[in-house]
């Protein structure tokens, strides 16, 4: 079983926009009456979902639905170099392990199961689902068709789409401008075109019934520059995973 260690490198605009655990408070930044404190970890200006700790009384956790438990990876507290890592420089993991699944979902007359099985190594999307600390672990509480793929080796090109995923391997930035200039890395603006990897099985229409998605392994595609969960690959190429929708053209 694939063990691969994933995370987000930065929390950027693009991801804040969708960030269910952090958002903007009404109150002008700044100022201490910003500051929500019903429920929450509270900063100034912007409020943060804490984890929900299951007591020990309670000896397991069964999601309801098309809900899915997954056991978050834990954070690397080391570089690759061997240097330790203060808390603040850890990054939020995107992967973990199916301990526990729902009972699926009905699409009209259809009965729809859930698309992963218990033990498998997953990817999900960035701050999606619950939070939760169970028997002194944290646990991730979310919906099937927030999980991004299924991850069968210990690198993310082998990563296998769910739905209407596709994974696509970001072309590299320009080294030059158009007059001939060359670029520092800070100004390479980052591409949105690359080539598509793998697409998952398509997406359920009324009846509960597999729609096969119009993009094909192979095709040189432009994307959504804020959509998608970045990742980066064991060769050190970029690679980002999203949704269908979010490609826009098909290049040839």
């Avoid at 979902?105 to 689902?129: D, F, L, M, P």
């Amino acid at each position: 079983m694939a063990t691969a260690q994933l995370t987000a490198s930065s929390i950027s605009a693009r991801s804040l926009a969708s960030f269910e655990g952090l958002r903007p408070s009404n109150s002008k930044f700044g100022s201490p009456a910003a500051v929500s404190l019903v429920g929450h970890r509270s900063f100034r200006g912007l409020v943060v979902k804490a984890a929900t700790t299951v007591a020990p009384k309670y000896t397991s956790i069964k999601p309801l639905g098309d809900r899915v438990l997954v056991k978050i990876n834990t954070v690397e507290e080391k570089t690759g170099g061997g240097i330790l890592l203060p808390t603040t420089a850890q990054t939020k993991p995107q992967g973990g392990e199916v301990v526990a699944v729902g009972e699926g979902k009905t699409i009209g007359k259809t009965k729809v199961g859930i698309s992963v099985q218990t033990g498998a190594e997953v990817v999900y999307s960035k701050y999606a689902g619950t939070e939760v600390e169970f028997n002194g672990t944290k646990h991730l509480i979310l919906k099937d068709d927030d999980i991004v793929g299924i991850l069968e080796t210990d690198d993310v090109k082998d990563l296998k789409p769910l739905n209407d995923r596709v994974l696509i391997k970001v072309a590299e930035a320009e080294q030059k401008t158009a007059g001939g200039l060359l670029l520092t890395e800070a100004s390479k603006e980052k591409p949105s075109i690359g080539e598509v990897i793998a697409v998952g099985p398509g997406t359920l229409d009324e009846e509960g019934n597999r729609k096969p998605l119009s993009i094909s392994k192979g095709s040189t595609v432009l994307y959504s520059k804020y959509a998608g969960n970045d990742f980066k690959g064991k060769d050190g190429s970029e690679y980002i995973a999203l949704r269908a929708s979010d490609v826009i053209a098909i290049l040839s």
